[in-house]
């Protein structure tokens, strides 16, 4: 039977907020998408709801975040080194190793219902990739997928490559959530207290970094904006 899909999404900017709170109204939209979807089930196909789709741009203070499956053994500082660069550690329920967030990141967390788009998770992922890499190939950099390692690279296949945005996510009953988070113009050092997403053998980098300039975070909102709407077919409001 032939599925109505919602092909928009509500915006919101939460601008500088803490993880865990932004964690939280992360689960508190999938579970309410998901409520919708499995009362869905019990209804006809006239009287079944739309399930809405969210994106939540944020930055978050400093802190270190380790995935599901993550190795503990990469954060490589102590609690007491923790509290003097003012950082939290926590484990979190998204795929990946660890990672750092902190301010000068553009991070975005797309709670979106799959079935209102595609249900495949791995096309989803180059999707997420493809936004970035066409919102950082704006400014001349080519952005580039590195085999066998999510996220966005730059040089990926050469000694020195170096990664510009994570990506990590959860999903359950085809609802996402986490995402994303693109180097504008955070402090690279903070990467030197982990293993960066459990990856020896590359580097970390920024937008600001790799133009040697300062970049308007909102005109690179902007153009997020912009390429993800173009790549996943839907409207903002």
Known sequence: MYKIQN???????LHQADYLKTWKL???LLEHIISIKLN?????NSKSLLTPNYFLSVSHPHIFTLGKNGNF????ITNSKLQEIDAQFIKTNRGGDITYHG???IVGYPILDLDNFFNDIHMYMRKLEEVIIKTINHYGIKGERSTGETGVWIDADKPFARKICAIG???SQWV???GFALNLSPNLSYFDYIIPCGIKDKSVTSLEKELERNVDPYEVKKLIKKNFSEIFDFEWI
């Open 40 to 44: 869905n089930k019990k209804l006809s």
């Open 176 to 178: 996402t959530m986490h």
């Open 169 to 171: 996510l959860k999903a």
């Open 103 to 105: 301010p000068g990141q």
């Open 26 to 28: 992360q689960e508190k």
């Open 7 to 13: 092909k928009k999404v509500i915006y919101k900017d």
């Open 73 to 76: 053994q990469n954060l490589l």
